[in-house]
Structure formats: C-alpha cells, structure tokens
C-alpha cells in the first residue's frame, strides 16, 4: 500500500511538474514544457534573438538545463502563435487546422514579407533567389528609400509567396501551388494575432472545408435566401391599383403580369397571379370622370373603386 502511494506520488510530480510535448528540437530532443528562463515561465517555444528555443531539460526548480532550437514551419508551439478550435480538418500529420486564416507572403518564420525592396540597386516586387544560396528571400525591412537593411530578410514560403500582393481570407483547405505538390491542398495549424498563418501542413483531405465555419454560414444563406424570397413575394403581391392612365396601365400593369403568366397553367395563373386591378382605378375611372357626374364617381370610391378627384 506504501508502494503504491509513493508511485501515485511520482507519477503526479512527473504530469505537473513537466511535460514532454510531442515537438522536437532541430536536433531531434523533445521540447520540455512548460520551462523556467529566470523568474518567467513557458508553455511554449519562446523567442530569442529572432529564434524560437525551448528547454530539453529542466533543473529540479524547473528552470531550463538544457536547451534547443525549434524547428520553423510551425510544428512546435510558438510564442505569439494561436491556436484555433479544434476542427474537422487535420494535416498530414495529424494537426488540426486552424480557420479562418489569412495568406500573405511570410518567411518560414512567419515574418510579413516587405515589397518592394532594393539589392545591389535592382528593386524586387517578389521573393528572389539572388544571393540566397538556392532559396528564395525576401526583405523584412528596408530603409527611407526602400534598400534593404543588411540582415534583415527571411526564407519565403512559396505556397504563398508566388504572387506577393494576393491576400485572402480562408475557411477552407487552399489548392497547393508548389511545384510538385499539385492536387494537394494546405491550411493553417497556427496563426499570428492578425490572423495570418504561421504554421501550416498540407491537409489530409485537399479539398476539406471547416464544418463550423460552414454550420455558422448555412443559417446566413438561409436567412438571406428567406429574405430574398420574402422580397421576391412582397414585389409579386404588391398590386398595381395605383398606376395612374390606360397607357401606362396596360405597358407597366396589366403586360406585365401577362407575361408572368406564359409557360405557367394559364387558368391557375389567372386567379392567383394575373392582376389588372389598375384597369379599373386608373384607367376605366379616369375616362368615366369625363362624361359623368362627380357624385357617380365619390359613390364609385366610397366602396374602393375608384379615387375621389383632387379638390380645385
């Protein structure tokens, strides 16, 4: 029974005090979470001298002994990353993706790209591979007049970088663009405060759609289908009484509605759709105010017929 304690006792000192998470170093050593660097404690790889690093292993206070340098592209947790809820849609991996997301041209940091940029007096709207030992680059900073400060640039993710200016929103997988991974599709696993992806995977399903994105959608198109419908019946139950004329009553009333009626059963289309209501109102009542007595025509409007003549 002591023994038995005493394991409980180590395995809750082993869960609470740190955690191996399933993210390894550049050097293949797992990461040690959470982690102490001075009074400052880490849940997650933290970010030094424009590098992320975490503890493979901690001191007994928890502060880190050893330490290593998390790999870029997002499979490790990253300070100033988010995480969104789980969704329906997982990487290759097996990491969940992260929706919405935006694209934009980022390194493999996550850094925002800077166009244009100038090098060695030739002005960039793209990511090149000048210089870059194979790999395209980008600026992360330029000065007043656009050149490019030394040191400041990053590897481009060309998933996204292949036409710079384009930013999208997405609730969804998106088409994969690299050369020979056509017919895939990627997502975001992580992303910054803006919404901008940083970390990302290609999907298991290319062409996989968030389901809560599209349940939050499906009551928008419905309401907007119902709107559109109840506008549609409001135009086709309004009446056309109050057209004023013969002319303008057969042109804009009475043709019309004959038209509607066409292709439909036309005895059914009469009584429900036909109207000719201003053939009375506006055009028979005008002509009878011509030749007959006004008090034929204040009877004719008393019960809807026709309208009263305007006082003089």
Known sequence: MVKLKILLVVVLICVTGQTEAACLTEDGD??????????????????????FWCSTKNKADGKYEKWGYCPEGGTCPLEGEITGPVSNCKTTSGKSCTFPFKTACVTTKGEKCVFPFTYKNVKYDACTEVDGG????????????????????????????????????????????????EGKGWCATTVGEDETFIGWGY?????????????????????????ANSTAAAGNSTSNANIKGCLPCA?????????????????TCALTKFDASCLIKGCLCDILGT??????????AMIGLCTRPAAA
């Open 30 to 51: 797992p990461c040690v979470f959470p982690f102490k660097d001075g009074s400052k404690s880490f849940s997650v790889c933290t970010k030094h001298n424009n590098r």
């Open 134 to 181: 194979g790999r395209p680059w980008c600026s992360l900073a330029t000065d007043e007049a656009g050149n490019h400060q030394r040191g400041k640039y990053g590897y481009c993710i060309m998933e996204v970088c292949k036409d710079p200016k384009h930013q999208a929103e997405h609730k969804e997988c998106v088409a994969a663009t690299n050369e020979g991974q």
């Open 203 to 227: 999907c298991q399903d290319p062409k996989c759609k968030d389901a809560a994105a599209a349940a939050a959608a499906a009551p928008a198109a419905a309401n907007a289908t119902a709107a």
């Open 251 to 267: 042109l804009e009333g009475i043709l019309p509605s004959a038209l509607n009626c066409l292709g439909a059963d036309l005895i």
């Open 291 to 300: 030749f007959v007595p006004s008090i034929v025509i204040n009877t004719l």
